[in-house]
């Protein structure tokens, strides 16, 4: 219960014109900051839909294949520069950003993680590792302005995040790799 | 499993007291700390009495050389050695003895930061490397200067390496089992060490080649944000370093329990994946970071202010517990049951009660518009001289007066324990005289460095005097309080009756929950503290490069 009701909150303070417009202004926070916090709220309230409705989970995610699958296109689809665009200048856009991201990312993520076998999970992290790989290289190097609301800089700051996260999430792999928890566990 | 061998070296631990060669080492730490403070002592003084109007520095030491010496004495080798002693010390204790490898790497640490120290200091007794402590260019100091600080990073990288270590041993022969707390928080440090020294690395690769003059420019804003991801980070490792005593040390001292072992662990692993990107808050008059970038770094600052107010609700919380445990009654009047007389409890116990207006402070320069009043004025010195001055300084004398004699195996008298309050009582009102003087002055618009000057005579710049003069107070009594404490030091170390002096660590309540396994795995912590630190710097940093400026030339000001 608690859980849902910081979910509702973080997305009902997302949802806040001025947080809104804020986050929305700089690129990279509208795309690294503003969607990963609504997959964050959507997240929180998936245990309540689960103890509400645990048939239609069981039913649809049995093994949490399913779920993932949802969640990847949802997180695809929102890294592509044209859908910010939209989202910007189409209010259906907006609304379907608002409730994609939390109800058919984040609730599917919760669901599906610890379903995953481990080889699931860190085929997830490797796709998504080289997702952030291949979309930085893509705003990087660019010549030309991908969205029309932002500026060839804030584009080139958002490759660089990209790429700043997909190194992160190698150095992760890497200790994953390396480090064996039952030595320590 | 713990095994028999680990069980038995715990054992002999306890009973024998801290293992000969690691007091050595840890005593060797402890004694290069208090010797900077003494020499740092004496200079912070010159500058009192410069910054008074009372005393003219000569030509061939002036005012910045002085200042650059006492900052680099103070905030970098009193509390890096402290720190390395003490929580070398703590593993010890704790973790069953030091591996050879790892007492072998702190010396080789000791070795490296000494011999670093005396390259940086040669060139500022010369007066070549004046660039203050904070050494960003544009201002450009001898190339020798950086060659030493490298030399003192590589140092502090061999303790960071050994803790690792060390911990990572243990952890292999007692599988499950929580790390004892005190390593927990050594983790925590020599973690943030470890990754905030990279950025000031990388600001001094880029320094060397501009100071021997093989390229012509530097990139003034890139240096100066890798020099605040550092320089933010060191303020929080001596804070970190003040907290584990807070939460350890002092509940045992006062006779009480420890505060929930989760929350202690919580609140360290917060400040280390929240710490770096807090730099930005030292650049919030800086030109180059759009408004709205700045905005959220204020709120990435301020979120440190968490874990800061739960460890405040946890210690009084501890305090309310105890006293009222041994009678203390009302709302307040359980406060005259805390141990007032004991050092070891008064030192640190001023310590956190500066620090409430030590963080309001801290939380005015962290807001972009109040900022704007104080920045570069004598309130930012005020501040830092009441929250390290006060709050991570005053802890570790009040950690000196148990730990020194564990070490030398001698005890504390009730004498020593007697200076030791006396000391805490002048340190507190000179430095609590100079800090307010000094804030107050700033909020009247003295600078920051600048030896004493009344701009031709100027009426504000005279307005200023008086309180300037409490500087010079402030700064004799904080003289006299250094005397004592070193004074203290040596004698618990060298002098003081033979005897055993217990490690102070308080266990947990008996009914405390269980702390969940997950704060252990410190491979995922560092995963989010890395994302953290890209999410804070890339925009900036992507935009420095980028819309670079023509880049500045060395400067030589002085």
Known sequence: MNQLIIGALLLLVLALPPVRHLLESIMIVHMHMQMPLLVVAGFLTAKYMQEKLP?????????GLPGILLFVIIMVYWTLPRTMDEALTVPAVEIFKYVSLPFLAGVPLRDSWK?????????VFTGFTMLFFGMG????????QLCNNYLLVEQLTLGWGFVTMAVCMVVYLVYKALVDPSEYE | MSTPLQALKKKTNEA?????????LSKSYLLVAFAA????????????LNRAGLLDLPHW????????AHGLLLVLVLTAFFTIGYFYAALSHTLGGLLPKVRKLAWVGFGLKMAGFVLAVIPILMNKAT????????MAASPVFYFGLVFIVLGVWMCAFGCF???ANWRKQNKGKHVPILAYFATGVFVLLFFGSIPVTIEVFMIIPWSLGWVETINVMVARTLFWAFGHTLVNIWYLTAVSAWYVVVPKVIGGRRFSDTLTRVVIFLLVIMNIPGGFHHQIIDPGIAESVKFLHVFMSLAIGLPSLMTAYAMFSVFEKTAKKKGGKGVFGWFKKLPWGDVRFLAPMMAMIAFIPGGAGGIVQSTNQLNQVVHNTMWIVGHFHLTVGMSVVLTFFGISYWLVPYLSKRVLTPKLNKLGVIQTIIWSAGMGLMAIAMHWVGLLGSPRRTSYTTYFDNATALGWDPYLLFLAVGGTLLMIGVILQVYAVVHLMFFAPKGETEFPIAEEEEDAAKTPYWTERWGRIIFVMLLVIAMGYVIPMVEFIVNAPPGSPPFKTW
């Open chain 2, 131 to 138: 660039v203050l402590y904070t050494f960003y260019p544009p």
């Open chain 1, 115 to 123: 379903k995953l076998s481990v080889s699931g999970k860190n085929t």
């Open chain 1, 55 to 63: 048939g239609f989970f069981k039913k649809w995610n049995r093994n």
């Open chain 2, 61 to 68: 030491f002036n005012y910045y050389q002085v200042l650059t």
């Open chain 2, 16 to 24: 024998l007291g801290i293992r000969p060669e690691d007091a050595v």
């Open chain 1, 137 to 144: 290289w893509l705003y990087i190097k660019s010549p030309e």
């Open chain 2, 165 to 167: 270590i060390q911990v």
């Open chain 2, 37 to 48: 403070l003494l020499i740092g002592g004496i200079l912070g003084l010159l500058q009192g």
